[in-house]
């Protein structure tokens, strides 16, 4: 049963530290995004990829924030410093052209204390 | 640009009892529309979705929906809940001219949870 794979699922952390988050898209998919949810501000797009290039990162805090897709298999999303605002669930999700469906992850809750 | 609006933060309803989660659109081009389900501390899993055709479309679950292009809605219905469909729905929308189909940004609403009591 292909799934999105995101690492670590839990992560607590003290503010100052950097913190990255790890996600395997379905195998295939050509479209990987990045989502943010918190109570306050709902599910927010950080970034999105298409075939490996970024094609909108204007969600992201770009002081602190960095996404990128080392490979086809493998994209990163990074906090540098992280900061208690920081605390939320990250969602990956990848898509194809084919299906017109987008597919998520269990997410990443990341604690910043 | 689009936005999603979703009238009911929280929905509390009876066992075997029918509802309705509403969403409520803004788009100035033909949009896709999507409802996925949140379980508490799980991800979001696709529910059903509307790219063309039948308006009234379905999920396995009993769940359906009905695209209304001149309300600009795509509310979420089930005529008799279970205990087990309390969750947090989200309604969503993609631009249809986006790369060609509905690989960009989904935008979602704020989220309804519903609260299915015994």
């Known amino acids: 049963d292909a799934r999105v794979t995101q690492t670590p699922r839990h992560k607590v952390t003290e503010m100052g530290q950097e913190v990255t988050m790890r996600c395997q898209p379905i195998l295939g998919h050509n479209t990987v995004f990045w989502y943010r949810q918190t109570m306050m501000q709902g599910l927010e797009l950080l970034a999105y990829?298409?075939?490996?290039?970024?094609?909108?990162d204007s969600g992201m805090p770009k002081d602190r924030f960095s996404a990128e897709m080392p490979d086809a298999t493998l994209a990163t999303l990074k906090i540098q410093p992280s900061e208690p605002r920081d605390s939320a669930v990250y969602f990956c999700?990848?898509?194809?052209?084919?299906?017109?469906?987008?597919?998520f992850g269990e997410g990443s809750w990341l604690t910043v204390v | 640009a689009q936005s999603v609006t979703q009238l009911d933060s929280q929905v509390p309803v009876f066992e075997e009892a029918p509802v309705e989660l509403r969403c409520n659109y803004s788009?100035?081009?033909?949009?896709?529309l999507f409802w996925y389900v949140q379980y508490p501390n799980q991800g979001l899993q696709l529910l059903l979705k509307?790219?063309?055709?039948?308006?009234l479309v379905e999920s396995i679950n009993g769940f359906e929906a009905e695209f209304n292009k001149s309300q600009t809605s795509f509310h979420l219905r089930k005529p008799s809940v279970h205990i087990s469909d309390t969750a947090e729905y989200f309604c969503a929308v993609s631009d249809q001219s986006n790369y060609g189909g509905s690989q960009g940004n989904l935008i979602f609403g704020k989220g309804t949870k519903l609260s299915v009591k015994p």
């Open positions: 788009s100035s081009v033909s949009v896709y």
């Open positions: 990829f298409r075939n490996r290039a970024p094609l909108d």
């Open positions: 999700a990848s898509g194809s052209l084919v299906g017109n469906t987008i597919y």
């Open positions: 509307y790219l063309s055709g039948s308006t």
